[in-house]
């Protein structure tokens, strides 16, 4: 059997990954399987459990995947640099942005009642919270912008702002685009940009 290389080895993990995503978007986390994510992933099942020890490791990984940025945020110019970076996935997913939230919210939803991802997802919400906080506060010290509230406050609206958005959208079947519109009008408001 020849050896895989790491470069291998990281592609088809990624494929895995995006896979089970797609696969959480359209079908839920409970109503994924295995099943489903391996066709998604033109893989066997013996590569998936390669990767992940079961399918709650699985989904755990998707969620710390698809929520962490591949690199380090930079510090926006203005206000209207941070808004924009806030509307962009943190990774290529390969997915439209209407899946992409219906599965970031699918997650979010399961994290209600499972508690291994529970346990998963409040972490990756800090990190984020924490990340974006920071840029804030760069960009505030920078003279880019200027808020109401605190730094804190400004991040934990945003992020329900945004949220609340998503949700709102999937449940009503409005654009994507659309809610991203609106969110970003919501957003607007917090601050005052120089």
């Given at each position: 059997?020849?050896?895989?290389?790491?470069?291998?080895?990281?592609?088809?993990?990624?494929?895995?990954?995006?896979?089970?995503?797609?696969?959480?978007?359209?079908?839920?986390?409970?109503?994924?399987?295995?099943?489903?994510?391996?066709?998604?992933?033109?893989?066997?099942?013996?590569?998936?459990?390669?990767?992940?020890?079961?399918?709650?490791?699985?989904?755990?990984?998707?969620?710390?995947?698809?929520?962490?940025?591949?690199?380090?945020?930079?510090?926006?110019?203005?206000?209207?640099?941070?808004?924009?970076?806030?509307?962009?996935?943190?990774?290529?997913?390969?997915?439209?942005?209407?899946?992409?939230?219906?599965?970031?919210?699918?997650?979010?939803?399961?994290?209600?009642?499972?508690?291994?991802?529970?346990?998963?997802?409040?972490?990756v919400i800090e990190r984020n919270l924490a990340e974006q906080r920071q840029v804030l506060e760069a960009l505030v010290k920078s003279g880019g912008a200027e808020i109401a509230g605190t730094p804190e406050e400004t991040?934990?609206?945003?992020?329900?702002?945004?949220?609340?958005?998503?949700?709102?959208?999937?449940?009503?079947?409005?654009?994507?685009?659309?809610?991203?519109?609106?969110?970003?009008?919501?957003?607007?408001?917090?601050?005052?940009?120089?």
């Open positions: 059997m020849p050896k895989r290389d790491s470069t291998h080895m990281a592609a088809q993990r990624e494929r895995i990954l995006r896979a089970a995503l797609s696969c959480i978007a359209a079908h839920g986390v409970e109503g994924t399987s295995i099943e489903h994510i391996r066709k998604a992933a033109g893989v066997s099942a013996g590569t998936i459990y390669r990767y992940f020890a079961n399918k709650e490791d699985l989904v755990v990984a998707v969620l710390e995947h698809f929520s962490t940025h591949e690199a380090a945020v930079p510090v926006p110019k203005d206000w209207a640099d941070y808004r924009a970076g806030l509307m962009k996935e943190k990774r290529p997913t390969g997915l439209s942005s209407a899946a992409l939230d219906s599965a970031m919210l699918q997650l979010m939803a399961a994290a209600l009642s499972a508690d291994y991802l529970r346990a998963a997802i409040r972490p991040v934990r609206a945003v992020s329900a702002v945004g949220i609340g958005m998503s949700w709102l959208a999937v449940l009503s079947g409005q654009s994507t685009e659309a809610a991203t519109e609106e969110a970003a009008a919501i957003i607007d408001r917090l601050v005052k940009p120089r």
